[in-house]
């Protein structure tokens, strides 16, 4: 069974925890069983106009990530952040974006990119969630909000490709937990929209679907309207935007998912037991997402209030 | 194995010993032991803590617990004093499973026995397919609840969600509050004599001080006990 978990933190003070906090509950979701994990942090945010982060996965382990910024520095003549795990990096280049995206479609076919955003960085890897939060230190991340997913493959394969998150568009991630049964229809739909897919796993089509939605400029309530209606199966899905975290089950919620509510924090899980170590979780609110409802957490309205 | 006992009390601390010795402990050696109460700390969402007991032992359970809590149970009296996961006291045959908190889908499915109390609210398929159980929840249930439901009670303090009672049985349904929707077959009847004192008893032995005047009483109209050729095979 797959294990979804997504926490927002309302506390400015606990944000350097995000990631303490997040690890924590990834591996509270592993005796769910998985074969992959992964995990989308929501960091500090990019100010610089037009400048984007990349999060990047290497499918060579031998990869040279302070080789390949360098080049990069000189070919296109821009400062660049590096920050390396293993066969991850996080890169920060201070030129344009699509420049950057066509310089490494180019010059670095082992190299994939998992995130493109302001802010979003995200981690995926085959392995247990124990292991993949050790390897790339995902304790170490700071920031306001997270989406993480330890995945039991009941279709497609299983690949660091083919672990949730699944990022779209720019800081928009989005996992699963359940199966959708009409992944094929929805792809064809917006395969003739222009659409390009990178897998065939269902989840990728629910997040394009939406993505889609929210570039045609539904807000995010409108898009999972839409999505009610055209995605079939059994579901819980948890999105990730630079602003928001939302909720939602199918109609007759057949897949688990639990909320737990303080000032401090949102904390969203497939099980309590995620949620168990979080500070002050007996004193939250919690309850059961109702089905087909849809649950919004906006950054800045909850630091606001 | 057991962490501490004092003059028939086991305590058990969740983080330092596992599930697994813990209703190992309960079904082999607390009788044996001479105990009558157990006192769980820590279950932090754990799976199937206290199932399968068969004893007439007082569990209280310090926190939120996880999916089947108290299953199987007979005999024993169960308190999780925080919420429940998903099948809390399924196929219970005796005793009393208590709730303090909020519980999660499919509630006191197919026991034969017992009564299930859940202070707050249940979520959906509370009762599924029970089979002779009771259960009082102090709150709303989901939707789809009693579905199948062949015997027992299932009482609803509050309101119930959309297919309430959906191809019931025997079993009967009380509910105080508003009904989303009734399921297939099932219909609101009469309260009769014998329902006031029913529901008066499991209101006492749930510790709810509602009066059973305020609840609808809902059961089969039956129409589904046998296929009906003259329905053209519409279904």
């Known amino acids: 069974m797959c294990g979804i978990v997504g926490l927002l933190l309302k506390d400015p003070d606990k944000q350097d925890f995000l990631g303490e906090y997040g690890t924590e509950m990834l591996v509270g979701m592993a005796t769910r069983g998985c074969d992959s994990a992964g995990l989308a942090a929501y960091t500090n945010e990019v100010s610089e106009e037009g400048v984007r982060k990349f999060s990047l996965y290497s499918s060579s382990d031998s990869i040279d990530w302070n080789a390949l910024t360098k080049a990069m520095r000189e070919d296109l003549d821009c400062e660049i952040d590096l920050k390396a795990n293993y066969n991850h990096a996080v890169i920060v280049p201070y030129g344009p974006a699509d420049i950057v995206w066509r310089w490494l479609f180019e010059n670095c076919p082992e190299v994939h990119i998992l995130s493109i955003g302001r802010s979003i960085e995200v981690y995926k890897d085959v392995g247990h969630p124990a292991e993949i939060a050790e390897r790339y230190n995902l304790r170490g991340l700071s920031g306001s909000h997270l989406v993480g997913h330890t995945r039991m493959a009941t279709e497609s394969a299983v690949t660091w490709a083919h672990a949730h998150p699944f990022t779209v568009g720019e800081d928009f991630c989005l996992v699963h937990n359940g199966s959708l049964s009409n992944p094929h229809s929805l792809r064809r739909m917006l395969e003739r929209k222009g659409i390009h897919f990178d897998t065939d796993n269902d989840t990728e089509a629910a997040a394009r679907f939406l993505e889609w939605r929210l570039r045609e400029g539904d807000d995010m309530e409108t898009a999972l309207k839409a999505a009610f209606r055209e995605l079939d199966g059994f579901y819980t899905l948890l999105i990730g935007t630079n602003n928001e975290l939302a909720l939602v089950r199918d109609a007759f919620a057949c897949k688990p998912a639990v909320v737990a509510e303080n000032e401090g924090y949102v904390a969203i899980a497939s099980e309590f037991r995620s949620l168990a170590h979080l500070p002050d979780v007996q004193n939250a609110d919690v309850f059961e997402p109702m089905p087909e409802e849809i649950y919004v957490w906006n950054k800045q309205s909850v630091v606001a209030s | 194995m057991e962490q501490t006992v004092r003059g028939g009390k086991l305590m058990w601390d969740l983080r330092e010993r596992s599930v697994r010795e813990l209703n190992y402990y309960l079904h082999h050696n607390a009788v044996k032991n001479g105990i009558t109460e157990v006192q769980i700390f820590n279950p932090d969402g754990a799976h199937h803590i206290a199932v399968g007991l068969d004893a007439p032992i007082k569990v209280d359970i310090l926190g939120n617990a996880g999916y089947f809590v108290g299953g199987m149970n007979k005999q024993a009296h169960i308190t999780v004093h925080g919420n429940v996961g998903w099948s809390v006291a399924e196929n219970i045959m005796s005793g ?110 749930a510790g709810f001080k509602h009066h059973p005047e305020d609840f609808k009483r809902i059961a089969s109209a039956k129409k589904l006990y046998h296929w009906n050729a003259e329905h053209y095979q519409e279904y």
Request: hydrophobic share 40%; with cysteine.
């Open chain 2, 96 to 205: 009393v499973v208590r709730v303090k908190g909020y519980a999660s889908e499919c509630a006191g499915a197919s026991g034969h026995g017992g009564l299930l109390v859940i202070e707050k609210d249940a979520s959906s398929r509370c009762g599924i397919s029970m089979k002779g159980n009771d259960i009082v929840v102090g709150g709303s249930v989901g939707h789809f609840s009693a579905f199948m439901a062949q015997a027992g009670h299932l009482v609803v303090c509050g309101n119930a969600g959309d297919g309430l009672g959906d191809s019931l049985y025997e079993a009967v349904i009380y509910v105080r509050g508003e009904i989303r929707s009734l399921g297939a077959d099932a219909q609101e009847e009469p309260m009769a004599e014998d329902d006031y004192k029913t529901l008066a008893a499991l209101l006492e032995k």
